[in-house]
């Protein structure tokens, strides 16, 4: 097995330790993903970065399925009075809505809002069609674009129009819909973990936090390369105030109205970014096989010379019934097509040339180490699969070591303060559950809450971090995107 080389292939990118906002941007531009668009604040993503998008959207329609979600679809624009019956739903969003004022040349009777997030059209359709316990529980998401008005933008990260899933379901009662929230956020940590190898804290957002009008929120938060965290997904309850507000009832087994309790969960393109931030290096993508574009590449070498190009061909159409591959047979060297691949972030690269041919054998190349393998052709296939699976694991295993080496526990004051401002990454400490302590931490050392870990419940220590009264709750406390 050859030697790994650290050798640098892709020479434009800005090294990550030297500027990890321009390496970021950096990526996203080389390898293709996005394109800057005439209008502030919204990206177009290019084929690569929509083709990521499109294996995402596959892995989690499935698993939504599954557990018995059906796909809708809702109006793109919300009347005011309409987003105007949460109130503190609208009082949330407010900041980051755009307004539709006119349709052609006349002024609309009532405002539109562009969809932030469905909550209230999806109250909207429940209350006309949900009348009997046997309607329930109504398992809906919708796949959709919608609009915040970001003041400052980042491609994936923060766009002021972006792609998401929402799902949006009804339930009979509090424990219903409490099951559907954690069950969802279990659907959303599986995904990150073992699809795209990103280890994840599971917690409970703080009341500050939360999302506008939800009872509790839950959250999947990363942590990336940087030290910086970034929320993955959420999954919120609740509870039965929006079917208050918008009188959505049913009628129970003991002949009685009741109010339906209400879930919303989602992900959104920023994924994308979270891949990026998480498995990148300095020499551009680096994918996981799970939603790869491309999972291999064949790269003929020498393919001018008898046979090889017969037998990339050969090859590719062996594999291309199990894998994602492409055959580059431009006429582009062999070096300038491994530096192509290596910024697209492929997981594995096949490399046939004469010599192989002669020896029955080809060479594999993994993205994360350039660990190279000769493979015999006859058991191709199953090589493969297991160079795709050992990526797999290495990516997390990378992750996990990155995660834990970046997390600080911390009982002192002082010291927190000392650590956020020297270090990055998170950091576990005790807090009271005050909201003024919450923001007190913010002014001091610059972090906010990201969650309430559900499964550490070992207290560090008796007090508050921040006050020293007693503590009710550990927390993961750090610099967030």
């Known amino acids: 097995m050859a030697s790994v080389s650290d050798k640098k292939m892709v020479q434009e990118i800005t090294s990550m330790d030297e500027d990890f906002a321009k390496w970021y941007t950096d990526i996203v531009k080389k390898a293709d993903l996005i394109d800057y668009s005439s209008v502030k604040g919204c990206m177009i993503i290019r084929p690569y970065g929509y083709a990521i998008w499109e294996n995402i959207q596959r892995l989690l329609d499935n698993r939504f399925k599954e557990t018995g979600h059906e796909n809708v679809y809702m109006p793109l624009f919300i009347p005011e009075s309409l987003l105007n019956k949460e109130k503190e739903h609208v009082e949330g969003f407010a900041p980051e809505v755009a307004w539709v004022t006119h349709g052609g040349s006349e002024k609309l009777t009532e405002r539109l809002c562009v969809r932030p997030t469905s909550e209230t059209l999806f109250c909207e359709h429940y209350a006309n069609i949900i009348k009997s316990y046997r309607d329930l529980p109504k398992l809906y998401n919708q796949w959709c674009s919608v609009v915040r008005w970001e003041k400052t933008t980042r491609p994936f990260l923060r766009s002021r129009e972006f792609l998401w899933q929402e799902g949006h379901t009804m339930h009979a009662n509090e424990k219903d819909a409490q099951e559907e929230t954690i069950r969802m956020l279990n659907v959303y940590a599986d995904f990150f973990e073992n699809q795209l190898s990103i280890p994840v804290v599971k917690g409970r957002k703080s009341d500050k936090e939360k999302f506008a009008g939800a009872v509790a929120t839950y959250t999947v938060e990363a942590l990336m390369h940087d030290g910086k965290a970034l929320q993955g997904g959420t999954s919120h309850n609740f509870g039965d105030g929006f079917a208050r507000a918008f009188n959505i009832q049913y009628l129970d087994k003991d002949n009685t109205l009741k109010y339906c309790h209400q879930t919303s969960w989602g992900v959104s393109t920023r994924i994308i970014g979270g891949i990026i931030m998480t498995h990148g290096d300095n020499n551009g993508l680096v994918l996981p096989p799970a939603v790869a574009p491309i999972q291999v590449v064949i790269v003929p070498v020498a393919q001018h010379k008898p046979g090889v190009l017969e037998k990339a061909n050969e090859l590719m159409a062996r594999l291309a019934p199990h894998f994602r591959v492409k055959l580059d047979d431009s006429d582009n060297t062999p070096g300038w097509k491994f530096a192509e691949y290596e910024m697209k972030g492929v997981p594995l690269r096949l490399e046939i040339g004469p010599r192989d041919i002669e020896n029955d054998q080809c060479v594999l190349v993994r993205r994360d180490?350039?660990?190279?393998?000769?493979?015999?052709?006859?058991?191709?296939?199953?090589?493969?699969?297991?160079?795709?699976?050992?990526?797999?694991?290495?990516?997390?295993?990378?992750?996990?070591?990155?995660?834990?080496?970046?997390?600080?526990?911390?009982?002192?004051?002082?010291?927190?303060?000392?650590?956020?401002?020297?270090?990055?990454?998170?950091?576990?400490?005790?807090?009271?559950?005050?909201?003024?302590?919450?923001?007190?931490?913010?002014?001091l050392a610059d972090v906010t809450s990201r969650c309430i870990p559900l499964d550490e419940q070992k207290p560090l220590s008796d007090s508050c971090i921040c006050c020293s009264k007693e503590a009710k709750h550990l927390v993961y406390w750090g610099k967030a995107y």
């Open 369 to 443: 180490n350039r660990e190279k393998t000769f493979a015999s052709l006859e058991n191709l296939g199953k090589i493969v699969e297991e160079k795709l699976e050992e990526l797999r694991i290495a990516l997390f295993e990378k992750a996990l070591k990155n995660r834990t080496d970046r997390t600080y526990t911390e009982t002192d004051l002082d010291s927190f303060i000392k650590t956020a401002k020297e270090k990055s990454g998170y950091i576990r400490a005790m807090w009271c559950g005050s909201p003024d302590c919450e923001t007190k931490l913010k002014e």
